[in-house]
């Protein structure tokens, strides 16, 4: 059992978006019940979309079942060939959502309520980056007041195969490359280098995985589980905790190292180190068993006293030696 400590609480309060391709690697539904236990979530926008907003109907059916109804989802951009990308057919009831809960409408909108609200907001995003892209193009004003975290990227060398970018921006090179090099954008990006390894890889036999999949589980426990359980029987053995690390990041928790990079990026949105190309702050390490021991305390908490927005999670970390940093965390522990 993690030995866990209070911190001090994060000085901001920013409501948080996040932006997810869920449905394919099942990493996005565990960010998902992170940030719906832990963080002021406000709206969800999809990308890597088809068929009139699958992965926004599996996205409100997920809220629904932890209770956060309030949560707008909106389905965001399509892209040629998702289908391919998604493995969760038929988990969600057919007819749903309802009327009432609709599952259309403007990114650029929605947003601007989010932002409303305190004037920023935190934007996480565990996909490839179209919906941002387009927000920027939009309503760069906008984008501006958004404090940025996206998964994917980083120097290709340190890529499992360096010959393609990752996954993100691989799927819409153009978005990531508009956003990447944009002057007037709050950006970091949690890198595939540094969330690509074992430290990070969830399993039949991993912890988080036995709770979720647990036979007295909770509906929401086994949906995220069904997502890994098409995974591993369609696609790969295990699957690397990249968009829940983002999720951490974002959150303020300690558990992810930034730095400025000089980069080259080229027309497929793989970086280059260049020291005359454009800084970047991003990954460059991790403390890997604080993030799995604060990820499953969330999920331990959430199975044990039920799910539901806990704005105290984000203050319990594990005992380590030295300051915490979580005071200059962009996303508050309150609404
Ligand atoms: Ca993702």
């Given at each position: 059992m993690t030995n866990l400590r209070?911190?001090?609480?994060?000085?901001?309060?920013?409501?948080?978006?996040?932006?997810?391709?869920?449905?394919?690697d099942p990493?996005?539904?565990?960010?998902?019940?992170?940030?719906?236990?832990?963080?002021?979530?406000?709206?969800?926008?999809?990308?890597?979309?088809?068929?009139?907003?699958?992965?926004a109907r599996l996205a409100r059916y997920l809220l629904n079942l932890c209770g956060r109804t309030g949560v707008v989802v909106v389905a965001g951009k399509d892209i040629e060939g998702a289908e391919a990308r998604w493995?969760?057919?038929?988990?969600?009831?057919?007819?749903?959502?309802?009327?009432?809960?609709p599952i259309t409408g403007s990114t650029v909108e929605a947003v601007r309520t989010v932002v409303g609200e305190g004037h920023r907001a935190a934007w996480v995003g565990l996909g490839p980056v179209s919906n941002l892209a387009w927000l920027y193009r939009g309503a760069p004003e906008l984008a501006r007041l958004l404090v940025i975290t996206l998964q994917g990227g980083g120097p290709a060398h340190l890529y499992r195969d360096p010959s393609r970018a990752s996954h993100n921006p691989r799927m819409d090179p153009?978005?990531?490359?508009?956003?990447?090099?944009?002057?007037?954008l709050d950006l970091r990006l949690v890198t595939s280098g540094v969330t690509f390894t074992e430290d990070t890889e969830i399993t039949r036999d991993s912890?988080?995985?036995r709770?979720?999949?647990?036979?007295?589980?909770?509906?929401?426990?086994?949906?995220?589980?069904?997502?890994?359980?098409?995974?591993?029987?369609?696609?790969?053995?295990?699957?690397?905790?990249?968009?829940?690390?983002?999720?951490?990041?974002?959150?303020?928790?300690?558990?992810?190292?930034f730095d400025a990079v000089r980069v080259a990026i080229g027309p497929d949105a793989r970086m280059h180190l260049d020291p005359n190309g454009n800084a970047v702050r991003m990954s460059t390490?991790?403390?890997?068993?604080?993030?799995?021991?604060?990820?499953?305390?969330?999920?331990?908490?959430?199975l044990e006293s039920g799910m539901g927005y806990e704005p105290s999670l984000i203050g319990r970390l594990p005992s380590a030696p030295g300051p915490a940093t979580v005071a200059a965390a962009p996303i508050g522990r309150r609404s």
């Open positions: 209070s911190s001090a609480p994060p000085t901001t309060r920013l409501p948080v978006c996040i932006c997810t391709d869920l449905g394919y990493d996005d539904l565990l960010a998902m019940i992170i940030a719906a236990a832990a963080l002021p979530l406000r709206l969800v926008v999809t990308s890597d979309e088809f068929g009139g907003g699958e992965r493995v969760c057919d038929g988990l969600v009831p057919p007819g749903f959502p309802p009327a009432s809960m153009a978005s990531a490359r508009a956003i990447w090099t944009a002057p007037d912890e988080i995985y709770l979720l999949a647990a036979d007295n589980s909770p509906k929401w426990a086994k949906l995220v589980a069904d997502g890994y359980d098409r995974w591993f029987a369609r696609k790969r053995p295990g699957s690397k905790a990249a968009d829940p690390m983002t999720v951490t990041a974002a959150a303020g928790l300690p558990f992810v190292n390490s991790a403390d890997y068993a604080s993030f799995r021991n604060w990820v499953t305390m969330v999920v331990r908490h959430a």
